[in-house]
């Protein structure tokens, strides 16, 4: 089993629809989750960062962390054609250790 | 805002060469990393620095690898002897209490 799972897609909806993304992962010790968008032919950019099980909102995105089911997920709202990226999971044990990623979901909002 | 900057963005080197890729860290951050990403895979974890040595590496960080933070600002990874399968996106990042950041990365293509 990989340690972290995440359907590659790709995704695309209309402008406006309600996105969700959606990554699971096998280890237990991991505690701090990540969400990044990555454009073509740059890097990881940071978008959403939870420690441990819950929610956080900023702005259109959200972020949930279900620690009991070894799922995250990444819900952004009145989605935008800016928001056409490819998004990536991440998590690590602890604050400062490595990051393992999932595969990344190419996603397009069509105008 | 602050950022993490990678030099050059593009290098190209004969197999078998050495290469030194650059970066500069975002300068309050006291952990730094490099990862890379070959097209279409994951982004893979390399390895970490903290306090002047390695603080955790990857298999695939072997012998023909190495970090250095030569001064107060800069971190490098040189590959001595290149192969073909070296050929990929290498990603910079520093975090530490906060969540890792990274640059643009550095296209490696090995001929």
């Known amino acids: 089993q990989k340690e972290v799972e995440q359907d590659p897609g790709p995704l695309s909806v209309p402008e406006g629809a309600i996105v969700s993304l959606n990554c699971t992962y096998s280890?237990?010790?991991?505690?701090?989750f990540m969400w990044y968008r990555q454009y073509s032919r740059k890097g990881p950019e940071l978008l959403m960062y939870?420690?441990?099980?819950g929610n956080k909102e900023d702005g259109r995105f959200t972020a949930q962390v279900d620690k009991s089911s070894k799922y995250i997920s990444l819900f952004i709202r009145d989605s935008q054609p800016s928001d056409s990226a490819t998004y990536l999971c991440?998590?690590?044990?602890?604050?400062?250790?490595?990051?393992?990623f999932g595969q990344g979901t190419r996603l397009t909002i069509n105008p | 805002e602050p950022e993490v900057t990678q030099t050059p963005s593009h290098q190209v080197t004969q197999m078998g060469q050495e290469v030194i890729l650059r970066c500069v860290p975002i300068?309050?951050?006291?952990?730094f990393y490099w990862y890379r990403q070959i097209l279409g895979q994951k982004v893979e974890f390399l390895v970490s620095?903290?306090?002047?040595?390695?603080?955790?590496k990857s298999e695939i960080f072997d012998d023909q690898f190495s970090v250095e933070r030569p001064d107060g600002s800069n971190f490098t990874l040189k590959i001595r002897s290149t192969k073909l399968e070296d050929s990929a996106m290498y990603f910079c990042?520093?975090?530490?209490?906060?969540?890792?950041?990274f640059g643009d990365g550095t296209r490696l293509s090995i001929l």
């Open positions: 990042a520093s975090g530490g209490d906060q969540p890792q950041h």
């Open positions: 280890n237990s010790a991991f505690q701090y």
């Open positions: 939870t420690y441990s099980s």
């Open positions: 991440a998590m690590s044990p602890q604050g400062a250790q490595k990051l393992v």
């Open positions: 300068s309050n951050h006291l952990y």
């Open positions: 620095f903290y306090n002047n040595e390695i603080s955790e």
